[in-house]
T-cell receptor
Framework: EDQVTQSPEALRLQEGESSSLNCSYTVSGLRGLFWYRQDPGKGPEFLFTLYSAGEEKEKERLKATLTKKESFLHITAPKPEDSATYLC????????????FGSGTRLLVRP | NAGVTQTPKFRVLKTGQSMTLLCAQD?????MYWYRQDPGMGLRLIHY???????AKGEVPDGYNVSRLKKQNFLLGLESAAPSQTSVYFC???????????FGPGTRLTVT
């Protein structure tokens, strides 16, 4: 069965304290892996798509990486405005247009 | 370019009442989706559409119906609301070949 697991469920960081969020997945084949940011009371906002192992994408303080079994979202020197829930989703090879979402990691960055 | 919009933003229903949620997108996307998001359960797919006039069941379709009469609109209906349908509902759209989904702002529904 296709599955996506995110860890940790919640993460508290001090401003400037770098860390990583993990997304591990089990799928028969991977078309793509997506990262989203969700602020309270809002819809998920698209961040990155990764398609193959070894690929990396960067945006400001965020860098996403992909291996054959997991993806990491690295946050370098975070700021309070980076506080949000980060969602990971996989697009399995055999699921046509549907994505499978993880439950997310709630990130709180304190000043 | 508004992206994906949803109406209404909030709604309170009594058990047994019906309502329709409207989703509209202006990106000319082929695929559209309805999700519900509940604490601790993540996003769960209710129904989806791969094109105008087509719909398909997702992970949790019971108690909901959908229609896609126009490419840009995707409607979610609740015929007889139940307290278990209290949730936040998100609409999303995507296109070939990237399939990345773009979400609307959500509708918070409470059924009493």
């Amino acid at each position: 069965e296709d599955q996506v697991t995110q860890s940790p469920e919640a993460l508290r960081l001090q401003e400037g304290e770098s860390s990583s969020l993990n997304c591990s997945y089990t799928v028969s084949g991977l078309r793509g892996l997506f990262w989203y940011r969700q602020d309270p009371g809002k819809g998920p906002e698209f961040l990155f798509t990764l398609y193959s192992a070894g690929e990396e994408k960067e945006k400001e303080r965020l860098k996403a990486t992909l291996t054959k079994k997991e993806s990491f979202l690295h946050i370098t020197a975070p700021k309070p405005e980076d506080s949000a829930t980060y969602l990971c989703a996989v697009h399995p090879m055999d699921s046509s247009y549907k994505l499978i979402f993880g439950s997310g990691t709630r990130l709180l960055v304190r000043p | 370019n508004a992206g994906v919009t949803q109406t209404p933003k909030f709604r309170v229903l009594k058990t047994g009442q019906s309502m329709t949620l409207l989703c509209a997108q202006d990106m000319n996307h082929e695929y559209m989706y309805w999700y519900r998001q509940d604490p601790g359960m993540g996003l769960r797919l209710i129904h989806y559409s791969v094109g105008e006039g087509t719909t398909a069941k997702g992970e949790v379709p019971d108690g909901y119906n959908v229609s896609r009469l126009k490419k840009q609109n995707f409607l979610l209906g609740l015929e007889s609301a139940a307290p278990s349908q209290t949730s936040v509902y998100f609409c999303a759209s995507s296109t070939y070949p990237t399939y990345e989904q773009y979400f609307g702002p959500g509708t918070r529904l409470t059924v009493t």
